[in-house]
């Protein structure tokens, strides 16, 4: 036995090859799309998942996790938590499905408009882009939201109007960086139309980027939007979104732990498998 040897406790320290590194991390990638693909299907059978309803009484109260019929037990007005995280996920991946079209589709035209248009069109618009970035935007997610009134509509708009910027910011760089290529140069100058130019060469440049940037986003919108929920600038009571659930059930922490604990837990795994899920993604793409 080697000194090395004797130190690792007789385990010989071997160094990992790259070809093994590309394996672990194809295989935690596919764990990671696996796991939210289990979630993403939790949540939209729901129904089938939990037999109970998410608004109406299903047993007595505060029932702790584990007791028969309810597997994560029952809040102070006898709602089965199961069916609620349940459907609170769903909204949750709804609403950041939704808050990512939105964002792509006026991001991505703003950062279009503006790598494709130097001069004095790319500048206004840049301007106006980074004033919306400078601006702290979960602050004014929450006043937008609270302007048009607690409502889950409320909060998708208030979240909404301060995501764009980003990709319009994303866009607009990736839209300059493929416009200096040279075939897109050598397209201008033969006089290929800009609205040619822009749908058959640097839109497609473009979508491998947003992808992974909408991807990425998952996670961060879960949390933005539970955030939303949990002061009350959602949809009120008793629909089931999981920051309010997180709020409503803070009074009982200490007599009926489940009770904001669980939705709670279900933001932080929702958000953590969808981050390696957007990271699973990223790499995929770059191994293509």
Partial sequence: MTALGFLTGGRQRTTATPAAGRLRSAAADRLALGALAVLVALALLAPLVSPHSPVLRSGEAFLSPGSPGHLLGTDALGYDLLARVLYGMRASLFAAAVVIASGVLAGGFVGVLAGALPGWADSA??????????????????????????????????????????????????????????????????????????????????????????????????????????????????????????????????????VPIVPGIAVMLLALVANYAGDAVRDLLRRR
């Fill in 125 to 258: 618009l840049m301007r106006v882009t980074d004033l919306f970035l400078a601006l702290p935007g979960l602050v004014i997610a929450m006043a937008v939201a609270a302007s048009l009134g607690a409502s889950y509509h409320s909060a998708l708009i208030g979240i909404a109007v301060v995501w764009w910027p980003m990709y319009a910011r994303l866009v607009r760089g990736e839209i300059r960086a493929w416009a200096a290529r040279p075939h897109l140069e050598a397209a201008r100058l033969a006089g290929v139309p800009w609205g040619r130019r822009v749908v058959r060469h640097l839109l497609p440049g473009v979508r491998s980027t947003i992808v992974v940037a909408a991807s990425l986003d998952v996670g961060s919108l879960v949390v933005a939007l539970s955030a939303l929920s949990f002061v009350g600038l959602s949809s009120p009571a008793p629909a089931p979104e999981l920051g309010a659930m997180a709020a409503q059930g803070m009074p009982y922490l200490l007599t009926s732990w489940w």
